[in-house]
């Protein structure tokens, strides 16, 4: 026994204790709060990443609360949880992979890693510049000219106003087909 649960020994009745199965009542009284608490499956797959997190500290993190699960995982389980816990864009390879293993599954994930650092692979959580809508001024500018002024717009040719359109057939009814053909 070590640190907290020495103390708790230490500072138990020696008049309530009167052999082992005593000594397990306890115990078991003191610290059975452990396995209510344990971390289950629901617990795992709400688990992520951290941003500064490395996906090997991540991964070991990650184990370490698994083999606290009981009943035990399944490898296959390990590998389809582990997975599903990441984001974009880990999720969308990881999904991919073929993967035997969890040891196989988190070298797969350390060389996403790798590709993003190396710009190989974008990582949709970066944040990036602003990308809004240009302000109204600005879009009726043109060339910088009459800075704000709405009425700046010049088209590149002139359109005839459909008014003088002429819409009618442009054979006559009793016109031959020889002068039904029309020449542009």
């Given at each position: 026994m070590s640190d907290v649960t020495l103390t708790w020994y230490m500072c138990l009745d020696n008049?309530?204790?009167?052999?082992?199965?005593?000594?397990?009542?306890?115990?078991?009284?003191?610290?059975?709060?452990?396995m209510d608490i344990a971390p289950d499956r629901s617990s795992l797959?709400?688990?992520?990443?951290?941003?500064?997190e490395s996906v090997r500290e991540y991964a070991q993190r990650w184990r370490e609360m698994a083999a606290q699960?009981?009943?035990?995982?399944?490898?296959?389980?390990?590998?389809?949880?582990?997975?599903?816990?990441?984001k974009a864009p880990y999720f969308e390879y990881?999904?991919?992979?073929?993967?035997q293993?969890?040891?196989?599954?988190?070298v797969i994930a350390e060389r996403i890693e790798q590709a993003i650092r190396m710009g190989r692979i974008t990582n949709p959580s970066e944040k990036r510049?602003?990308?809004?809508?240009?302000?109204?001024a600005d879009i009726?500018?043109?060339?910088?000219e009459g800075k704000g002024r709405k009425d700046n717009f010049r088209p590149l040719m002139t359109i005839p106003p459909t008014s003088n359109i002429n819409f009618t057939s442009p054979y006559q009814k009793n016109q031959t087909n020889t002068q039904n053909i029309l020449y542009h």
């Amino acid at each position: 026994m070590s640190d907290v649960t020495l103390t708790w020994y230490m500072c138990l009745d020696n008049t309530k204790v009167k052999g082992w199965k005593n000594l397990v009542d306890a115990f078991i009284r003191q610290y059975k709060f452990n396995m209510d608490i344990a971390p289950d499956r629901s617990s795992l797959h709400s688990l992520e990443k951290g941003h500064k997190e490395s996906v090997r500290e991540y991964a070991q993190r990650w184990r370490e609360m698994a083999a606290q699960v009981n009943p035990p995982l399944l490898e296959k389980e390990m590998i389809g949880l582990f997975s599903n816990t990441f984001k974009a864009p880990y999720f969308e390879y990881l999904v991919g992979s073929a993967a035997q293993s969890f040891s196989d599954l988190v070298v797969i994930a350390e060389r996403i890693e790798q590709a993003i650092r190396m710009g190989r692979i974008t990582n949709p959580s970066e944040k990036r510049g602003f990308v809004g809508r240009k302000k109204e001024a600005d879009i009726h500018n043109v060339e910088g000219e009459g800075k704000g002024r709405k009425d700046n717009f010049r088209p590149l040719m002139t359109i005839p106003p459909t008014s003088n359109i002429n819409f009618t057939s442009p054979y006559q009814k009793n016109q031959t087909n020889t002068q039904n053909i029309l020449y542009h």
